[in-house]
């Protein structure tokens, strides 16, 4: 799903001027591990307090390892 933008807050601006300094594809990789890393990290911290909160739990796990959760398309 691609979402039209027309403008752009400050994060996003950011980020766009990050990536348009750097100055070969290395710097773009570690450009792009930092995001990976904050992605990363923003999930493990959401997991846990689900985990901590008892939302999440290894019952809960165990129901989700046998879910289809795909969308099913028809041909």
């Known amino acids: 799903m691609c979402m039209q933008v027309d403008t752009m ?3 996003q ?3 766009l001027e990050s990536f348009a300094g ?3 594809e290395q ?3 570690a450009l ?3 995001l990976r890393n904050f992605y990363a990290n923003r999930l493990e911290s959401e ?3 689900l985990w901590d909160d008892g939302t ?3 019952e809960r796990l165990d129901q989700l390892r046998g879910e289809h959760l795909r ?3 028809r041909k």
Do not use: P
């Open 9 to 11: 807050n400050e994060s």
């Open 13 to 15: 601006m950011m980020i």
């Open 22 to 24: 750097a100055q070969d």
């Open 27 to 29: 710097e773009l990789n």
């Open 32 to 34: 792009m591990d930092v």
């Open 47 to 49: 997991m846990q307090r």
């Open 56 to 58: 999440l739990n290894q």
């Open 71 to 73: 969308t099913t398309y």
